[in-house]
């Protein structure tokens, strides 16, 4: 099954700094949406763009959708020591009848 | 609170048995998914209901199962326990039938099988 492969799978960084993640998918998508999931928390939705969309802004949050390259990238700017968790990207398939299928994630360690 | 609740928050069974976990989804979602999140398997898709109708299914064990009632509240049953399926188990909804939307997710259930 189709599944996005998040890179790289852990990031620290300092408070402020930029964090960039990146997602690579295998099949033709509708829509890549990203979450966040603090440790052993449920997931939290945070942006989805569409297949006809190449770029997406949500406060700090930037998402980049590349459909030829089949990739995602999820740029946090300005990073707080409160961003820190796991982020996964899920893309869905343009097959009737499936779910979103999950990456295993990149964790973000932001440190003050 | 995400609006999806998730009960019970941890359970502990042994080997052998069977458990069910329980969902309501958020007010107004028709679809429910089951996730099941290890540490060596990632987020693994399990099935979903879409107003009660069985709409996709992953790779759910067939000693697993699920159901979606009338009133949109979901049971994931699994039976035969064995160690390996010791995980946190995720139950998320969308208002729409495919996966086009956000999906809300609930806080979990954790499930240790000794």
């Known amino acids: 099954s189709q599944q996005g492969e998040e890179d790289p799978q852990a990031l620290s960084i300092q408070e402020g700094e930029n964090a960039t993640m990146n997602c690579s998918y295998k099949?033709?998508?509708?829509?890549l949406q990203w979450y966040r999931q603090n440790s052993g928390r449920g997931l939290v939705h945070l942006i989805l763009?569409?297949?006809?969309?190449r770029e997406k802004h949500s406060g700090r949050l930037r998402v980049t959708l590349d459909t030829s390259k089949k990739s995602s990238s999820l740029l946090i700017t300005a990073s707080r020591a409160a961003d820190t968790a796991s982020y996964f990207c899920?893309?869905?398939?343009?097959?009737?009848?499936?779910?979103?299928?999950f990456g295993k994630g990149t964790t973000l360690s932001v440190s003050s | 609170d995400s609006g999806v609740t998730q009960t019970p928050k941890h359970l502990i069974t042994a080997t052998g048995q069977r458990v069910t976990l329980r969902c309501s989804p958020r007010?107004?979602?028709?679809?429910v998914y089951w996730y099941q999140q290890s540490l060596d398997q990632g987020l693994q898709f399990l099935i979903q209901?879409?107003?009660?109708?069985?709409?996709a299914k992953g790779n759910i064990l067939e000693r697993f199962s699920a159901q979606q009632f009338p009133d949109l509240h979901s049971e994931l049953n699994l039976s035969s326990l064995e160690l390996g399926d010791s995980a946190l188990y995720f139950c998320?909804?969308?208002?729409?039938?495919?996966?086009?939307?956000?999906?809300?997710f609930g806080s979990g259930t954790r499930l240790t099988v000794v």
């Open positions: 998320a909804s969308s208002v729409g039938r495919e996966a086009n939307y956000g999906y809300t």
């Open positions: 099949t033709s998508i509708n829509n």
């Open positions: 763009i569409r297949s006809n969309e």
């Open positions: 899920a893309t869905d398939s343009n097959q009737a009848g499936t779910a979103l299928i």
């Open positions: 007010s107004g979602d028709l679809s």
């Open positions: 209901y879409y107003n009660g109708e069985e709409r």
